[in-house]
């Protein structure tokens, strides 16, 4: 509509000057006709343009989705998941007020047993619902997405510490209590779970250091729990007792 309008002021100022010389009645008489021309020829052409626009627009939108999601569990893939998240960190650290947040690190445990079992296309099964189970324990702004193999992380915008173990408990034990029967045998899936909240300005690389550590703490104190700890003022001298 726009374009027909700018279309219309620019033909009807070029008629205006054009027939600068002829007398004002037949100006007049002749301004509806090109007007009318012009409705009738732009008006279909600009529609059809910005028609064949928006599906250009509708598809590049459909290619960015596809490039960000982990085609297997429908979650944000690696480099989508990371860079969503530094985004957030970026948007939140704009304001004035100290940003604060928590990163989870998911891990299937025993997962290889699955695949050695069953076979991958069973072990694929149960990473999806997993990833299920995790995307229904969250809230609509925050974000999951699957790190690599059995892997998954979530993101938890303005969670406190408390909020933040209140998800990993929910995700830990709605997992523990799916039904999965491969080949009609009942296997039970467990998660650890690794996280950390924070209160300062951050970066998705060094929270990623910090829950993969919690994680493997999880790991190695028997699996199927949760290892969180709260940074409140982040200094890289720190880290070394995150060990």
Known sequence: M?????????????????????GGEELRSGLPVAAVLLLVLAGPILL???????????????LGLVASTDSLTACLNRGAFS?????????????????KGALLVIDADHFKSINDSYGHDLG????????AAIRGQVRKDDLVGRLGGEEFGVFLPGASQENAVGVAERIRRSIS????????????????????????????????????????????????????THIQAYDMNDLPALH
């Open 2 to 22: 726009a374009g027909t309008i700018w279309c219309l002021f620019i033909s009807l100022s070029y008629q205006a000057v054009a027939a600068a010389g002829i």
């Open 124 to 131: 694929d099964e149960a990473l999806r619902v997993i990833a």
């Open 83 to 99: 860079t969503r998240v530094d985004e957030s960190l970026a948007d939140a650290g704009r304001g004035t007020k100290r940003i």
């Open 177 to 228: 209590e799916l039904s999965f029967r491969p080949m009609g045998k009942p296997h039970r899936l467990t998660v650890s779970v690794g996280g950390v909240s924070f209160e300062d300005q951050l970066g998705f690389v060094e929270l990623f250091r910090i829950a993969d550590r919690r994680l493997y703490q999880a790991k190695n104190s028997g699996r199927n729990r949760i290892e969180l």
């Open 48 to 62: 059809f343009l910005g028609y064949k626009l928006r599906e250009l627009a509708l598809a590049n939108q459909k």
